[in-house]
Nanobody, 117 residues
Framework: QVQLVESGGGLVQPGGSLRLSCAAS????????MAWYRQAPGKQRELVAT???????TYADSVKGRFTITRDNPKNTVYLQMNSLKPDDTGDYYC???????????WGQGTPVTVSS
């Protein structure tokens, strides 16, 4: 089993920054694509950013130019640097990882992000 543990969430003012981390551990067999999702109250979970094992990234249109996803493969960790935060960025942020040749997906427990003045 693979465990994903997110950290770095919190309360920030509009225009502020946060850096989220997600560390993978356990029975890891080739950590492949990793991603960040978020879910605001009353809304569906949405994809925020993805990064492949080789560092190719994608972003939701709503966060392009403000968020940056990176990874440290030796540490099995993915990061999400969030700048110029807006109230609409508020929600629970979840890490997702695809592992192994079967591409089995795993989820972290989530870390809350609140953007408010």
């Amino acid at each position: 089993q693979v465990q994903l543990v997110e950290s770095g969430g919190g309360l920030v003012q509009p225009g502020g920054s946060l850096r989220l981390s997600c560390a993978a551990s356990g029975s890891i067999f080739s950590l492949r694509d990793m991603a960040w999702y978020r879910q605001a109250p009353g809304k569906q979970r949405e994809l925020v950013a993805t990064i492949t094992s080789t560092g190719i990234t994608t972003y939701a249109d709503s966060v392009k130019g403000r968020f940056t996803i990176t990874r440290d493969n030796p540490k099995n960790t993915v990061y999400l640097q969030m700048n110029s935060l807006k109230p609409d960025d508020t929600g629970d942020y979840y890490c997702n990882a695809v592992v192994g040749t079967a591409r089995r997906g795993y989820w972290g427990q989530g870390t809350p992000v609140t953007v408010s003045s």
